[in-house]
């Protein structure tokens, strides 16, 4: 079992950036891939980042790509996703996700996603 606590989301004009956290409970911790989801308004929760369990992968949807960072940190079991340029399209609910599947897997979409977070609201003004 792992608990995801995510932090760091907020206000934030057009053009500036935000650091999300997302700190585990849990002895897997480092087992796992972990992931960054975002639910827009009106919208389904889609894929935005995902990490290996060891930090050698990364991946990210289209529209983040370049502007959005995500890490690990296994020692503190925590995650983070660094945001720069931030647009009003990023305005959405952010969730962070641990994958449960097979060592090593590393999943895009949140079906694959076993422990989630209560999400962390970020908001971009234009």
């Known amino acids: 079992q792992v608990q995801l606590a995510e932090s760091g989301g907020g206000l934030v004009q057009a053009g500036g950036s935000l650091r999300l956290s997302c700190a585990a409970s849990g002895r897997t911790f480092s087992r796992h891939a972990m992931g960054w989801f975002r639910q827009r308004p009106g919208k389904e929760r889609e894929f935005v980042a995902t990490?290996?369990?060891?930090?050698?992968?990364?991946y990210y949807a289209d529209s983040v790509k370049g502007r959005f960072t995500i890490s690990r940190d296994n020692a503190k079991k925590t995650v983070y996703l660094e945001m720069i340029s931030l647009k009003p399209d990023d305005t959405a609910v952010y969730y962070c996700a641990a994958d449960d599947g097979p060592f090593g897997q590393v999943g895009l979409r949140p079906i694959e996603y076993d422990y989630w977070g209560q999400g962390t609201q970020v908001t971009v003004s234009s």
């Open positions: 990490v290996s369990w060891n930090g050698d992968r990364t």
